[in-house]
């Protein structure tokens, strides 16, 4: 059986995040696929978009911009984005994803950790498979020493991280461990940042 993450409330995280700026990963993302040409727009996929920001950056650097959410209170926000740039958002539990538009960019943002293992695997599939070459993959995911690492979800070792990035050009992948907080409250966290490129 598979986890779904609509089991999950993400109403008041996402709601607490409408004045962030956009995260590192999705700059970063950017800047290594190098920005769109005016003659072709290029794809991305944004995996657990919250209310946007990230997409809206992604759009307004010239790409056509899918983006999926488990949580119905943003679609209203993604609505509106989609009205202004060329945003098209799908509200659905990411574990029901089974294949994805082709895409020149792939980011998810500390989405993919929330599901049950045999939910990520299948999701993690339909991203490689939904890459064209050349194109560059951007992930937050959880180690296995982080504290949410007792609940259901995907944490995983190093060596884990490393197969699942077999046969891709690897241009980032920083592990780290340190005390901060969560929107919950207190937490350790343990987290790899990818960023890599398909051949």
């Given at each position: 059986?598979?986890?779904s993450?609509?089991?999950?409330d ?12 956009v995260?590192?990963?999705a700059i ?26 990230e997409?809206?950056?992604l759009?307004?650097?010239?790409y ?18 989609a ?8 509200i659905?539990d ?29 999701l ?7 890459l ?7 992930v937050?995911l959880?180690g ?13 070792t190093?060596?884990e ?5 077999a ?16 929107f ?16």
């Amino acid at each position: 059986m598979q986890h779904s993450s609509a089991e999950r409330d993400f109403s008041g995280y996402n709601a607490a995040q409408a004045e962030r700026s956009v995260r590192p990963l999705a700059i970063a993302a950017v800047d290594a696929a190098g920005r769109a040409g005016e003659v072709s727009r290029r794809t991305a996929i944004d995996l657990g978009c919250g209310r946007g920001i990230e997409a809206r950056f992604l759009a307004e650097s010239g790409y056509e911009v899918h983006v999926f959410d488990v949580d119905p209170s943003v679609a209203p926000a993604l609505g509106m984005l989609a009205a202004e740039l060329p945003v098209h958002p799908e509200i659905i539990d990411l574990a029901e994803i089974e294949d994805l538009p082709g895409a020149d960019l792939v980011l998810a943002c500390a989405a993919l950790p929330f599901l049950r293992r045999d939910a990520f695997d299948g999701l993690w599939s339909a991203a490689v498979a939904a890459l064209r070459p050349g194109g560059i993959l951007a992930v937050d995911l959880f180690g296995v020493h982080d504290d949410w690492a007792t609940t259901e979800g995907t944490y995983l070792t190093r060596a884990e991280v490393e197969r699942l990035l077999a046969g891709f050009e690897v241009i980032e992948l920083a592990e780290e461990q340190h005390d901060g907080r969560s929107f919950s409250g207190p937490k350790h966290w343990h987290t790899f940042r990818i960023l890599a490129r398909r051949p």
